[in-house]
């Protein structure tokens, strides 16, 4: 009878003896669970100095022994110190932090994690018109259209470059995300210039599909207003591009071509449909000449011509230009100036 009651006896006693064990190790993994890391900054970058702060709403830190181990080397030991600041690596590499906490009663708990530096540079491009051989980068106009391309740099612990193509793309513009244009492979995002006129501040996340790289970055871009410069245009070498007529312009010449050039404007050439040239030449407006207007002498007197331009995309009222200039003739025996033609 005893020989068959051992077993029993046995197993309650083995589970007597486990239940306070299981118990320990159940509040020992909770509580490690209660720490809680967060680092800035949240996305480092290549070579970046990161903090990573400790927090725990469960264990007493203030009062703990706290050793911080990098890649398993020590870096600090301190009574509360809930913080460590170091230096990340390159691409591809991962940083291992390790934090062991022993409470001023004997416990001991333990928490990790890995940093994986990642990068995104942010390149944009404004749409709006630049004449032909124009060296410069095209600027971001009032209510202009505009382009920004992500271009991540993240590589993997084997050294294996992620494809642009294969990432996850969250985009924000002035803190709101962009659904729409967000998602897988989406590394380019477009978007025009609001009303009422102000910067535009565009962010991005990138992040691989598992999630265990993440980089970020934004930019601001202040709108610009559109550009509008008067050029001579000549018969034999065309359009002068290498010298603007400025405000005064002395004229040895009998017949003078003018051609304006509008800068930065969201058309597609000089003379699109939705450009309104309006010409004012001695008090006289006019708008049937386009970009072009030819002027010449008639008679000998001498004088000062003014021609002044507006030029005004249809399409969107905040693009708008105006030049002027001052026409000096030398003075001939008789003369009425230029007239138009």
């Given at each position: 009878?005893?020989?068959?009651?051992?077993?029993?006896s046995f197993?309650?006693?083995?589970a007597f003896l486990i239940a306070p064990i299981s118990a320990e190790?159940?509040?020992?993994?909770?509580?490690?669970?209660?720490?809680?890391?967060?680092?800035?900054?949240?996305?480092?970058?290549?070579?970046?100095?990161?903090?990573?702060?400790?927090?725990?709403?469960?264990?007493?830190?203030?009062?703990?022994?706290?050793?911080?181990?990098?890649?398993?080397?020590?870096?600090?030991?301190?009574?509360?110190?809930?913080?460590?600041?170091?230096?990340?690596?390159?691409?591809?590499?991962?940083?291992?932090?390790t934090a062991v906490i022993q409470t001023y009663d004997g416990g001991v708990f333990k928490k990790s994690l890995n940093i994986r530096p990642a990068d995104v540079d942010m390149i944009w491009e404004s749409e709006s018109y630049t004449p032909p051989f124009y060296k410069g980068k095209s600027r971001f106009s009032y209510q202009g259209d505009l382009k920004v391309v992500a271009i991540p740099s993240i590589i993997r612990e084997d050294g294996t470059k992620v494809p642009a193509k294969s990432l996850l793309y969250?985009?924000?513009?002035?803190?709101?995300?962009?659904?729409?244009?967000?998602?897988?492979?989406?590394?380019?995002?477009?978007?025009?210039?609001?009303?009422?006129?102000?910067?535009?501040?565009?962010?991005v996340e990138v992040s691989t599909t598992d999630s265990l790289y993440v980089a970020g970055s934004s930019i601001s871009i202040n709108p610009e207003r559109p550009n509008l410069i008067i050029y001579e245009n000549n018969p034999v070498y065309g359009i002068l591009f290498n010298r603007s007529l400025g405000t005064s312009l002395p004229v040895s010449k009998d017949e003078l071509v003018l051609s304006a050039v509008p800068y930065f404007f969201d058309v597609v050439g000089k003379d699109g449909k939705n450009l309104d040239y309006k010409w004012v030449l001695g008090g006289e407006e006019n708008r049937e000449f386009g970009s072009n207007i030819v002027l010449r002498r008639v008679g000998d007197q001498g004088g000062k011509t003014s021609v002044s331009l507006r030029v005004s995309n249809t399409d969107k009222i905040f693009q708008f230009a105006d030049a002027s200039l001052n026409i000096v003739l030398p003075a001939k025996e008789t003369g009425n100036g230029f007239f138009n033609n």
């Open positions: 009878m005893f020989k068959k009651l051992l077993p029993i197993i309650f006693l083995l190790a159940q509040l020992a993994e909770v509580l490690n669970q209660s720490i809680n890391f967060s680092i800035r900054p949240e996305r480092p970058k290549p070579y970046d100095t990161v903090i990573v702060y400790m927090e725990s709403y469960s264990i007493d830190l203030q009062s703990s022994e706290i050793s911080w181990f990098v890649d398993g080397e020590l870096k600090k030991r301190e009574v509360g110190s809930k913080n460590l600041t170091f230096e990340v690596g390159g691409l591809g590499s991962i940083s291992n932090v969250t985009w924000k513009k002035d803190g709101r995300v962009m659904a729409d244009q967000s998602g897988y492979g989406l590394n380019t995002f477009k978007t025009s210039g609001s009303v009422p006129i102000r910067s535009t501040t565009i962010e």
